[in-house]
Structures are given as structure tokens and as C-alpha cells.
């Protein structure tokens, strides 16, 4: 793992990250079956990817079991800043610009850092739904640039998996 860097204090400009939101759906619910994804790697998760994830997830349980039938909560947060460390190109970049020389860069985005076997989205769902928070939890980690796998965190007697 890399050591994360996150004192914003340090930090001038930090990009903001793309995650809307981290609890939707029926939020006052009360869901028997919880299905997890979790990833089976180390990796880091851009803020782009997570919301894209989040995105496809969402949209499928709502389409599918209505607006009050799911509850999806993204269980990490972004804290990592990438930086990079802008290169000219074309013409007579070699005169503009230093090589390696004050290389540090420039922050440009944040990354979650996930351990193996972290959970990254849960979805609470009726016992009735759950193919479809198999589905869209499926869809949702083929956003991810890691391998996922589906655990069911409750409700283990409920269903056959």
C-alpha cells in the first residue's frame, strides 16, 4: 500500500470528488437482506469510478424495485489526493520546460486506498429483490478497475446464494 496523502492543510487546491452521495434510497426502511460488494484486492478507487459504480447501482434498483424498495450506501470515501506533474509536449517543449527538476505535481483528483476483502457499496433489499441487488451490485463493480465479489452480510438464511 502507499502511504496516503491527505493533509489538506498542506494542499493549496483540492479537487473536489464527484461522489454525490453516499446513502440513497428508502433511508428510513427496514431491509432483511444486506448483499455487499467487496473487492478481492488491494487497489486504489478514483472518485470518478466510485460514482460511476454508484450511478449504475442506483439507477438499476430503482428502475427495478421503485423508489422506496432498496437502500444503497457507499462504504468508502475518497481521502487520498493524486498528484501529477504536468508535461509539456510538442514544439520546443525542452526549452519551457525543467524535466524532473521540482517534480512534485500538482493535486488532481482523490482515490480511495481499499484493503482486499473491503467492502466498497451495500445494498438493503427485500428478500424478494434480491436477484436484482445481485444484478445491479454486478454492474456496479464493472465500473470498479478491480475484481469484486457479492457477500451477504445479512440474511444468509433467507436466500440461496
Do not use: W
Amino acid at each position: 500500500m502507499v502511504r496516503p496523502y491527505t493533509r489538506k492543510d498542506y494542499i493549496r487546491k483540492i479537487p473536489a470528488s464527484k461522489i454525490v452521495q453516499y446513502d440513497m434510497g428508502n433511508l428510513s426502511g427496514e431491509f432483511p437482506l444486506e448483499v455487499t460488494l467487496a473487492v478481492k484486492e488491494h487497489t486504489h478507487l478514483s472518485h470518478n469510478s466510485l460514482e460511476a459504480a454508484r450511478i449504475a447501482a442506483n439507477r438499476y434498483l430503482q428502475r427495478t424495485t421503485g423508489k422506496l424498495g432498496y437502500r444503497l450506501k457507499i462504504r468508502t470515501y475518497p481521502h487520498h489526493i493524486v498528484r501529477e506533474n504536468p508535461m509539456a509536449t510538442g514544439a520546443g517543449a525542452d526549452r519551457v520546460q525543467s524535466g524532473m527538476r521540482g517534480a512534485f505535481g500538482k493535486a488532481v483528483s482523490s482515490e480511495a486506498l481499499v484493503r482486499a476483502n473491503q467492502k466498497i457499496i451495500t445494498a438493503y433489499v427485500q428478500v424478494k429483490d434480491f436477484e436484482k441487488a445481485k444484478v445491479a451490485l454486478n454492474r456496479a463493480a464493472m465500473k470498479l478497475p478491480v475484481t469484486c465479489k457479492l457477500v451477504i452480510d445479512k440474511g444468509h438464511d433467507l436466500v440461496q446464494f
